[in-house]
């Protein structure tokens, strides 16, 4: 398999979830200003969504957005045990927690991505991601990962998507619990791993 990834974008969640699930994986760096990947190709002939992450099957099909890759990878490995069975509840609160981190958390920073904006139009668009961030704070109190004592691939996402709060120098000092997470995820050793292959800072 290979994955399509810009480092530090949301392609880090499936690095994190294949380096957690021993997964053995291709890379390919994309330029999403130019659309072409480190090996020469045009991305968009890869993914016509023109976005990362993609994940080339070894079929040679390409499957697109971040929860359904990380689905596949973690069915990929099931001894891995980053998904709860097929069919539990528990399997559904994975995929509540990966819709509120597409949608509610990912999706919240999309506006701040988009280059210069008024500086009310930035305002708002923190303080939407505050409140889902306090929300977050309040479900980690006494539990290490997102479903409890278990790390599943919902922590490799809502992790990725964490990690941008530095870059856009959003303040979490209300929320402890979730700075409490971030530094357990950071110190997990296959995170690690992740992030010093994009080259990224493993600092908590
Ligand atoms: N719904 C998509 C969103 C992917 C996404 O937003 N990717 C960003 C990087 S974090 C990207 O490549 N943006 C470039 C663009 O949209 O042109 C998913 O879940 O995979």
Redesign the pocket.
């Known amino acids: 398999m290979k994955l399509y990834y810009?480092p530090g974008?949301?392609?880090l969640a499936p690095r994190i979830i294949a380096c957690e699930a021993g997964l053995e994986i291709e890379y390919d760096k994309v330029d999403?200003k130019t659309q072409t990947t480190a090996s020469g190709r045009d991305f968009i002939r890869i993914n016509p969504k023109?976005?990362?992450?993609a994940l080339a099957l070894r079929s040679g099909e390409i499957l697109?957005?971040?929860?359904v890759?990380l689905e596949y990878m973690a069915d990929q490995a099931p001894s891995a045990q980053l998904l709860p069975r097929l069919g539990s509840l528990e399997r559904y609160r994975v995929k509540e927690w990966l819709d509120f981190t597409?949608t509610e958390l990912?999706k919240g920073f999309?506006p701040l991505w988009n280059g210069p904006m008024p500086n009310k139009a930035r305002q708002l668009a923190v303080s939407q991601l505050q409140r889902r961030f306090e929300y977050l704070d309040r479900c980690l109190t006494g539990q290490p990962y997102l479903m409890g004592e278990r790390f599943t691939v919902a922590d490799a996402y809502c992790f990725t998507v964490l990690s941008w709060t530095r870059f856009h120098r959003i303040d979490l000092s209300a929320c402890a619990m979730v700075l409490d997470y971030m530094k357990r995820m950071s110190e997990r050793p296959m995170v690690k791993r992740a992030l010093q292959a994009e080259g990224l800072p493993i600092a908590a």
């Open positions: 810009t974008a949301c392609s999403l023109g976005y990362v992450p697109a957005e971040v929860p890759i597409g990912h999309d």
